[in-house]
Structure formats: C-alpha cells, structure tokens
C-alpha cells in the first residue's frame, strides 16, 4: 500500500555529518506531508522535520540549523542533511508520511511510518 524505506544511518564522530534518505514512492493523493522522526531508547518520537507537497518545510527549532530537510520529487526521495553532529542526536530515525494531509509544523503524527535506520553519534 505505502512503502517508506530509510537508508543512510550509521556511526560517526561528533561534528560529523550524515545524509538520510527514504524512498517514498508514489502515493494515493497529489497532496501529503512527509517527515523525519527521531526515537532515543527510553525516549518519546520527536518530530525533526516535515515538508508539503506545496513545497512548504520545517525544520525543529531545538536542532539549531543542523539539519536541513529537502525532497527529490522526480526521484521520490526524502532527505535529511545532519550536520554537526552531537551525542545526543543518537536515535533511531523514521521518514514518515501522512497523504493528504497539509503539515503546519514539525510533529510526530502521521499515518504511514518506515521501518527506521540508526544514527549514533560518538563522542
């Protein structure tokens, strides 16, 4: 039905950088909101970042600037830039999706979720 697959996580220093993608395929309405959402073990999903299909973005506020979300809409493919990289960045991330829906801000509700790829940052 809905297919998202995340790639791109792995082990790195503090300071360094990541590139996530997840593969979005196509979906059931021309409209939709596509997310990343991060987990740390014992903790709540937080919400990164999130794009429309009208091209509107948001970033978290409390990342500071580091990480940036885009869109290849030809490739459909979502990604997440992480740069600068802390410790406490080390979670597991999720791209999420919510078709037809209009995302106003960063958040952790959506309908389809991928199956999540590891980002650990060493210090």
């Known amino acids: 039905q809905v297919q998202l697959v995340e790639s791109g996580g792995g082990s790195v220093q503090a300071g360094g950088s990541l590139r996530l993608s997840c593969s979005v395929g196509t979906y059931f309405y021309s409209s939709y909101c596509l997310g990343w959402v991060r987990q740390a073990p014992g903790k709540e999903r937080e919400g990164v970042a999130m794009?429309?299909?009208?091209?509107?973005?948001r970033n978290a506020d409390s990342l500071e600037g580091r990480f940036t979300i885009s869109e290849d809409v030809t490739k459909h493919t979502l990604y997440l830039q992480m740069n600068s990289l802390k410790p406490e960045d080390t979670a597991m991330y999720y791209c999420?999706?919510?078709?037809?829906?209009?995302?106003?801000?960063?958040?952790?509700?959506?309908?389809?979720w991928g199956q999540g790829t590891q980002v650990t940052v060493a210090s």
């Open positions: 999420a999706s919510s078709p037809g829906r209009y995302c106003p801000d960063v958040g952790t509700e959506f309908r389809y």
């Open positions: 794009i429309n299909s009208d091209g509107t973005s």
